[in-house]
């Protein structure tokens, strides 16, 4: 285990659908470096999570409501993917602020897959470079961002991948830029 995320405080923004793969493993990136994780989601309780989007997967923990957190409990924001998921966050107006406020603030911030939809209903994708899962690509296109295809992108702390392959990739970034960050 390293420790170069020691003290930081970092919130997975998921909701119902979110694909397993991308809470879990960017939770275990994070946790085994030290940092605490927390899932933050629109409700108490659980979320289900899937495996492709079609078959159930496991059930996490909620521990936190994002009606409830702001920007300053936190050091940095996961947002997985799942298609279901980010159509759940991005409906909704708490989660919407809350990523709004998490990417204005200049916090790492963390996306793969489908997560970008959150950020194109936050409006924060204009002039920014990311990449997705392909049937994204054009939303965040219309929203005024720059689509690359690409393993990992990070532009200025927003790091992006396209899909659960990439994991290892994002993974690795995120802890790198969670720990470079000032706290």
Same mark, same amino acid.
């Given at each position: 285990?390293?420790?170069?995320?020691?003290?930081? =405080?970092?919130?997975?923004?998921?909701? /119902?659908?979110?694909?397993?793969?991308?809470?879990?493993?960017?939770?275990?990136?994070?946790?085994?470096?030290?940092?605490?994780?927390?899932?933050?989601?629109?409700?108490?309780?659980?979320?289900?999570?899937?495996?492709? /989007?079609?078959?159930?997967?496991?059930?996490?923990?909620?521990?936190?409501?994002?009606?409830?957190?702001?920007?300053?409990?936190?050091?940095?924001?996961?947002?997985?993917?799942?298609?279901?998921?980010?159509?759940?966050?991005?409906?909704?107006?708490?989660?919407?602020?809350?990523?709004?406020?998490?990417?204005?603030?200049?916090?790492?911030?963390?996306?793969? #897959?489908?997560?970008?939809?959150?950020?194109?209903?936050?409006?924060?994708?204009?002039?920014?470079?990311?990449?997705?899962?392909?049937?994204?690509?054009?939303?965040?296109?219309?929203?005024?961002?720059?689509?690359?295809?690409?393993?990992?992108?990070? /532009?200025?702390?927003?790091?992006?991948?396209?899909?659960?392959?990439?994991?290892?990739?994002? #993974?690795?970034?995120?802890?790198?830029?969670?720990?470079?960050?000032? =706290?």
């Amino acid at each position: 285990m390293t420790t170069s995320l020691n003290g930081r =405080r970092v919130a997975i923004l998921a909701a /119902d659908g979110v694909e397993q793969v991308e809470l879990v493993e960017p939770r275990k990136a994070v946790t085994d470096a030290g940092a605490t994780a927390e899932v933050v989601s629109l409700e108490p309780g659980e979320i289900q999570a899937m495996n492709g /989007d079609i078959d159930k997967a496991g059930k996490f923990a909620v521990d936190r409501v994002v009606k409830e957190v702001t920007v300053d409990d936190f050091d940095a924001l996961v947002l997985p993917g799942g298609t279901m998921n980010p159509d759940n966050l991005r409906a909704d107006e708490h989660a919407v602020r809350f990523v709004r406020d998490f990417v204005n603030s200049g916090k790492p911030v963390g996306v793969i #897959c489908h997560g970008p939809w959150t950020l194109v209903e936050a409006d924060v994708v204009r002039g920014r470079t990311l990449t997705s899962y392909p049937s994204v690509r054009t939303d965040i296109r219309n929203a005024g961002g720059i689509v690359v295809d690409q393993e990992v992108v990070n /532009d200025n702390g927003l790091i992006s991948s396209r899909n659960p392959d990439d994991l290892p990739a994002f #993974c690795a970034e995120i802890v790198t830029e969670f720990g470079r960050r000032p =706290r």
